[in-house]
Structures are given as C-alpha cells and as structure tokens.
C-alpha cells in the first residue's frame, strides 16, 4: 500500500474516532481537531485549521462538516473529502433515525411513553437559551448588530414562515456590508479567478429539486428540497437550524408535534457528531407513514438534504477563498447575517416554550438545565441522560 493510500486511511480512521466522541458542541470539537489533525497528524497547519474554520463560518451550511470536508479536500482533494464527509456523518445520522422510529413505536404501542422525554423537553430549551447567550456574546459586537438582533426577533416571533428568514438574512447582511470601509484593508495579490461549476451544481440542484416537487407533490422530494433549502441558509451552526426546522416542520406543515421535536433537539444534543443530525430525526418521523423504510429513507433524505449544500459551497470557495477575503463588503455582511441568526435563536426558545405548560416543573427544568451547562463542567450527554432518567423514576412512581 502506497504511503499517501496509508494517509487517507489514517484519516478516514481519525474522522471515524472524531465522529463516535465529538460531544460538546463546535467548542470542544475544534480542540479535538487541534489536537488530532495539528498536533499528532500534522495534516495541516494550526493556522490553516483557523482559517479553514473562519471561512466554514462565513458560509450558509454545517459548519462542522464543511471543516471536516475542507480539511479532507486539503489532504487529498474531492474525493477523499466526501469520503470524510459520509464518515463524519452517518453515526450520528443513523442514530438519530433510530431514535425517531424508537420514539414513534413506543407512541403507538406504549401510552404515555413520551413521559421519559417529560424533563428533556423543557431541558432542550434550555440548551438553546445557553445556546442563544454564548453565540450572540460570539458574534453580536456593536450597536448596529443589537438592534438587528432585536428586529429579527421580533419579526421571527410574530412572522414564522419558513419564506421569512431568507429574506431577513439577506437584508441584514446588506445593511452591513455598507460598513465595509471599517474591515481593515487586505492587498491582492492576484486577479479574482473563479472556477463555477460547484456553484452550478448547488444551484442547480436547488432549482431543480423546488421544479420536481412542485410537480411531482412526492414526499420524498419535497422533504429532499425542504432540507436543501434550510440547508443552503443556515449561517451560525446547528443551533439556528433549530427555528428553521421548527417553523417549516412543526408550525407549518404540522409533520411533528412539539414534544416530538424537543425531544428529538434533546437527544441530538446527547449524541456525538454534527448538531445538524436533528435534521435525519424530524426528516425520519416526517416519512412515518411509509413504515419501516419510511423512517430509514426520511432520515438519509434529510441528511442528504441538509448536509449537501454546505459541502457544495465550501467546494467552490475554498477554490478562491484567499482571493475572495480581501474585499471589504464580503466581511463586512457577515455582521449582519449573524445577527439576525442570533434574532432567530430568541425567537426559536420563546417559540418552542409557547407549547409546554408554563408550571414550576418546566420552568425548573429549563433553568436548571441552563444553569448546569453555564455553571458547571458537565457536559450535555450526561446532563441528557440525568433528564431521561428522571423522566423514567417519575413516571415509575407516579
């Protein structure tokens, strides 16, 4: 075997370890990576990680699995990439599909089985509340981004359509890039050269995929074009999908009741791998009338779907991204688009507890959990798990 075979197993083997014990959140995976990618392997340079990451950032998608890509694509191009890509993702993608066919089996034979999730569900709230604090404390700097936190959570809340959160993305990238002469100057070295034909393809896909299921009205399609969709608008990683999905697949189109997704939210938050697997549980139970193999297509459709526009995108910048940083108002948008990312996080926890029972329980349970993962060392598996278990002895003696 050829010793640049030899590497790209030992990669493949490394993202596999990464995929099985990635817990905590983009935080603790990123040290993971420093330590395993930078300082064992030496696949990259820790500036190289940083900057890969920065540019994962920028970009509409996983951000978690575009690093991952774009770390394969560097070691040894495309397809060693999307070899990663499937590693990275198909643990987490699969467990989320069982737990969607478990939840659903249990409903139908057991009643009240739900009453296990009863603490995980206001718990998850209070993953997202954390959630929400530690991302607007990231990437909410100065005046001008608060206030478009505020009118995104404000028109988020009172205006949930799937339709609405483009158009605010797009208006609050806009109304910063106007700012562009704040971002320090970068020189270029050489003239933008831009090769189309990974952005051909995600677009591509896109418009075909709405074409199709505007004709077709095949489930199947329609929830493919519904996660590609979500999946091409997503700035600021897995927690801002949550209003995404929330709105288009609970409010609007009424696939999941609200205790299903929170309890799905809760699972996916005690699971290693991209946060964005919650997308293979509401894509599993959304197919749950086509049985068994509804629930194993649902799942990988929407993983499919969600994870498939991030990894397009980050194939065609990274091609010209050093190019494409030095100007100014490319910077300069990302202000916006995070803010009214944050603007919708806000939203999404008022959004998801409108639907539980305003009881000290539930208020208890979202504060404790809030409290555990802001004050303590425990990390979110066994907070999770310390929920599922109390669900399970109350429910025993009660």
Known sequence: MSVKRVRYYLFLKDILALSLTAFGGPQAFLAMLLERMVKDRAYITEDELWELNALCNMLPGPSSTQLVSAIGFRVGGPNLAYLALLVWIIPATLIMTAAAALIYFLQENTPGAL????????????????????????????????????????IAFFYSSPFVFPVLLIIGGLSTSIKYKKQPKMEQDAPLRIQWA????????????????????????????????????????????????????????????????????????????PTFSISSFVGALSMREYGLLGFLSGGLIAAAGIFLPGIFLIFFVIRFWDQLKVYRPIRAALEGINAVSC??????????????????????????????????????????????LLGIISNLLF
Not at 240 to 267: C, H, Q, R
């Open 343 to 388: 603007g919708m996080l806000i939203a999404a926890a008022y959004l998801l507890f409108e639907p539980l029972e305003a009881n000290f329980i539930n208020i208890f349970m979202i504060l404790g959990a809030y409290s555990l993962l802001q004050f303590t060392k425990i990390s979110s598996p066994w907070i999770i798990l310390g929920g599922i």
């Open 115 to 154: 009453n296990f999730a009863r603490f995980i569900q206001p718990m998850a709230i209070g993953f997202i509340i954390f959630a929400a604090q530690k991302t607007i404390s990231k990437m909410v700097q100065t005046t001008e981004a608060m206030v478009l936190v505020l009118i995104s959570t404000f």
């Open 198 to 273: 990974n952005f051909y393809l995600w677009g591509g896909v896109l418009v075909f995929a709405a074409i199709l299921g505007a004709l077709t009205k095949y489930q199947p399609v329609i929830l493919f074009e519904n996660f590609y969709r979500n999946g091409s608008l997503i700035f600021g990683g897995g927690q801002v999908l949550v209003p995404y999905l929330y709105t288009e697949f609970v409010d609007f189109k009424n696939f999941l009741s609200s205790e299903e997704f929170l309890t799905g939210y809760a699972i996916s938050q005690g699971i290693p791998g």
